[in-house]
């Protein structure tokens, strides 16, 4: 079995990198089935959820991530959640969110964005 | 496809239920392959993540559900991440929680828990 662990970390890294970078190149971890819930909105497919996440009315964001657990779920796919922080723009107070994708393998060795769903911790 | 919503919301409804009044009969929902993390503890079966959770070290607890959101997941499994807070005993401050299910179908039109993780929010 692949190391969910060190899949998961590095997936994590490298998806809060991408989204507060260059956040066009999330493209690349989605496909057409894939679904996004981003709080009250869900969506499905590569376009869709780019639209959501280009369209998302900051400009500058950078994530914190607090915890991270990894499960290996069904049909060798792999279970993310991340809570953490995220601080947006110029603002001085960090929102808490939490989020969790389902890893599921390419047949390249590689994975994709199966689900994922942002929910901010308000409170 | 079934409604991963309405199983979702009944689910989540029959599980705090449970685990604020009957811990022990949550032992219905897992199986021998299910896992549990709850904050830094994994472990996977019935009996370890039925001794884990009737070992919490409160008498009184009380879950009260802020979001839910569902989506259908890989082989017909439902993916649910909720946050929400913990009520502890007589404690006055309630914790924020996140917690996030796989359901998977246990071919007589039920579900059993396969991925539950359990992270407190802090801060």
Same mark, same amino acid.
Request: charged residues 15%; negative net charge.
């Given at each position: 079995?692949?190391?969910?662990?060190?899949?998961? #970390? #590095?997936?994590?890294?490298?998806? $809060?990198?991408?989204?507060?970078? !260059?956040?066009?190149?999330?493209?690349?971890?989605?496909?057409?089935?894939?679904? &996004?819930?981003?709080?009250?909105?869900?969506?499905?497919?590569?376009?869709?959820?780019?639209?959501?996440? &280009?369209?998302? +009315?900051?400009?500058?964001?950078?994530? !914190?991530?607090?915890?991270?657990?990894?499960?290996?779920?069904?049909?060798?796919?792999?279970?993310?959640?991340?809570?953490? +922080? &995220? &601080?947006?723009?110029? !603002? +001085?107070?960090?929102?808490? $969110?939490?989020?969790?994708?389902?890893?599921?393998?390419?047949?390249?060795?590689?994975?994709?964005?199966?689900?994922?769903?942002?929910?901010?911790?308000?409170?």
């Amino acid at each position: 079995m692949a190391d969910f662990q060190s899949i998961a #970390q #590095q997936f994590v890294q490298f998806y $809060y990198q991408t989204f507060d970078n !260059e956040r066009q190149n999330l493209a690349g971890l989605y496909r057409n089935e894939s679904m &996004l819930t981003f709080e009250t909105s869900s969506m499905q497919g590569v376009q869709p959820i780019m639209e959501k996440l &280009l369209g998302l +009315a900051f400009q500058k964001v950078r994530h !914190e991530t607090s915890t991270l657990d990894a499960q290996p779920s069904i049909n060798n796919s792999i279970i993310v959640m991340v809570t953490g +922080a &995220l &601080l947006i723009d110029e !603002e +001085a107070r960090p929102m808490n $969110y939490t989020q969790t994708f389902t890893l599921c393998p390419d047949g390249n060795g590689s994975y994709f964005v199966f689900n994922d769903i942002f929910r901010l911790i308000l409170g």
